[in-house]
């Protein structure tokens, strides 16, 4: 195939993959990334912005600095917010990102792309690192955030793809499974279990040698992305420390964590932790969004055994009994995933004309996050559906009480619905 077919073929699987993304990864071993960048520019169909990170973005004032001048020159009123900000907020990384969103909200009305390019340069920056993940969260609803990198960016990619917010794309192909090029098989083999209380397995025997649960977390923390520091080891897990002591504390849990499974887990290279590439790795979680993956694809005839698949695979909240706060964060997005395959497969049930099935899927889900009223209102309907209309009242009672200790109300939509199904 001629390169300029391959090209097209790439451009043609970026734009069916990232239509529903809010960021698309041009994995660093694609061989069309920057083509593909250039084409992306160029392309008619769609506004595009470009920053390619320079030597001095090695800090997240540098990075702003830079982003928002190159920016302005492509669109005058850029910058205009974050500009004013007085110098004492340039420490508010809160403050920084939500004004920097609210300047990317201003750039169009018209859907848009922001690609950063060349994002490795930012490797060691930390601050960069979070900066864009959390960026991800309050990206304008128009704005797509593009990256080309020559490394496997630090970032939670699991969990953004767990949330429907992310793909990986390696030219025409998209990145379904094992997204960190873990080994599977191998001498020593792990099999971790996240989604529930947390366990390990080492050769098909559990781990109960862990000296407190710090070491344990710290190998969880570890899998999370493809690759992390000590500042932010340290920032997660002992924030209250001084630098010194958090380090010290971290090198104790590290060599527990090491003892626990009698071998070197987290290898240091270059700057970065990660875990042991001698090590096979069976992730649950890895399993859990590749399989919510296989259910999303339209074309896959097996979709309906991927939604239960992912249904099975997920055993509980993830780390449950934990509640540190990247604990907490990572067990929100992936119940996002769960509550997708468990409203999915409710939807099938409904297909096949099986209320009842479709009912009990939906209450699943409420039990998981009681807070989705578009469920609520299922629920309702369903209840309505079958003749239990007496249900479907007590069903909406019991959610307008629940909200009213929180002094608040149902949507509109949900008392309209109420209203209907009462007359």
């Given at each position: 195939m001629?390169?300029?077919?391959?090209i097209?073929?790439?451009?043609?699987?970026?734009?069916?993959?990232?239509?529903?993304?809010?960021?698309?990864?041009l994995?660093?071993?694609?061989?069309?990334?920057?083509?593909?960048?250039?084409?992306?520019?160029?392309?008619?169909?769609?506004?595009t912005?470009?920053?390619?990170?320079?030597?001095?973005?090695?800090?997240?004032?540098?990075?702003?600095?830079?982003?928002?001048?190159?920016?302005?020159?492509?669109?005058?009123?850029?910058?205009?917010?974050?500009?004013?900000?007085?110098?004492?907020?340039?420490?508010?990384?809160?403050?920084?990102?939500?004004?920097?969103?609210?300047?990317?909200?201003?750039?169009?009305e018209?859907?848009?792309?922001?690609?950063?390019?060349e994002?490795?340069?930012?490797?060691?920056?930390?601050?960069?690192?979070?900066?864009?993940?959390?960026?991800?969260?309050?990206?304008?609803?128009?704005?797509?955030?593009?990256?080309?990198?020559?490394?496997?960016?630090?970032?939670?990619?699991?969990s953004?793809?767990?949330?429907?917010?992310?793909?990986?794309?390696?030219?025409?192909?998209?990145?379904s499974?094992?997204?960190y090029?873990?080994?599977?098989?191998?001498?020593?083999?792990?099999e971790?279990?996240?989604?529930?209380?947390?366990?390990?397995?080492?050769?098909?025997?559990?781990?109960?040698?862990?000296?407190?649960?710090?070491?344990?977390l710290?190998?969880?923390?570890?899998?999370?992305?493809?690759?992390?520091?000590?500042?932010?080891?340290?920032?997660?897990?002992?924030p209250?420390?001084?630098?010194?002591?958090?380090?010290?504390?971290?090198?104790?849990?590290?060599?527990?964590?090491?003892?626990?499974?009698?071998?070197?887990?987290?290898?240091h290279?270059?700057?970065?932790?990660?875990?042991?590439?001698?090590?096979?790795?069976?992730y649950?979680?890895?399993?859990?969004?590749?399989?919510l993956?296989?259910?999303?694809?339209?074309?896959?005839?097996?979709?309906?055994?991927?939604?239960?698949?992912?249904i099975?695979?997920?055993?509980?909240?993830?780390?449950?009994?934990?509640?540190?706060?990247?604990?907490?964060?990572?067990?929100?997005?992936?119940?996002?995933?769960?509550?997708?395959?468990?409203?999915?497969?409710?939807?099938?049930?409904?297909?096949?004309e099986?209320?009842?099935h479709?009912?009990?899927m939906?209450?699943?889900?409420l039990?998981e996050?009681?807070?989705?009223?578009?469920?609520?209102?299922?629920?309702?309907?369903?209840y309505?559906?079958?003749?239990?209309?007496?249900?479907?009242?007590?069903?909406?009672?019991k959610?307008?009480?629940?909200?009213?200790?929180h002094?608040?109300?149902?949507?509109?939509d949900?008392?309209?619905?109420?209203?209907?199904?009462m007359?």
């Open positions: 001629k390169l300029h077919d391959l097209e073929q790439s451009y043609q699987n970026f734009q069916e993959q990232a239509e529903d993304a809010r960021v698309i990864l994995h660093p071993r694609s061989r069309y990334r920057s083509v593909l960048v250039a084409r992306l520019i160029n392309s008619p169909d769609i506004k912005f470009y920053y390619a990170l320079g030597p001095d973005d090695i800090n997240l004032n540098s990075f702003l600095s830079g982003i928002t001048h190159d920016l302005a020159n492509q669109h005058p009123t850029f910058g205009r917010h974050i500009n004013i900000l007085p110098p004492n907020d340039n420490e508010n990384f809160d403050l920084l990102l939500e004004t920097f969103a609210r300047d990317l909200s201003e750039m169009s018209e859907p848009f792309m922001l690609i950063l390019d994002y490795d340069r930012s490797d060691s920056a930390d601050d960069v690192q979070m900066f864009v993940e959390k960026l991800v969260d309050v990206l304008p609803q128009n704005c797509k955030l593009v990256i080309n990198s020559r490394t496997l960016p630090r970032l939670p990619w699991v953004l793809i767990a949330q429907k917010q992310a793909v990986l794309l390696q030219d025409e192909k998209l990145i499974q094992n997204y090029d873990i080994a599977t098989t191998g001498q020593n083999e792990l971790v279990f996240a989604l529930g209380p947390g366990y390990i397995l080492l050769n098909g025997q559990a781990i109960d040698t862990w000296e407190g649960h710090l070491p344990r710290l190998f969880f923390f570890a899998l999370d992305k493809p690759s992390i520091t000590r500042s932010e080891i340290c920032q997660a897990f002992w209250e420390l001084v630098t010194d002591q958090a380090v010290n504390v971290f090198h104790v849990t590290k060599r527990r964590l090491h003892k626990a499974l009698d071998m070197d887990v987290l290898v290279d270059d700057g970065y932790y990660r875990v042991n590439p001698d090590l096979a790795i069976k649950d979680v890895m399993d859990f969004v590749s399989t993956m296989s259910g999303r694809n339209e074309d896959n005839p097996r979709r309906i055994e991927s939604w239960a698949k992912a099975e695979l997920y055993r509980g909240p993830f780390l449950q009994g934990h509640n540190d706060s990247w604990i907490t964060e990572r067990r929100k997005d992936f119940q996002v995933g769960y509550m997708e395959a468990l409203t999915e497969m409710a939807r099938v049930r409904l297909a096949e099986r209320p009842e479709a009912l009990a939906f209450q699943k889900a039990a996050d009681s807070t989705r009223e578009d469920i609520h209102r299922e629920v309702m309907q369903l309505a559906k079958l003749g239990r209309r007496s249900e479907a009242a007590a069903h909406y009672q959610l307008f009480e629940e909200m009213e200790r002094n608040g109300e149902p949507e509109a949900t008392q309209a619905l109420y209203q209907t199904i007359s």
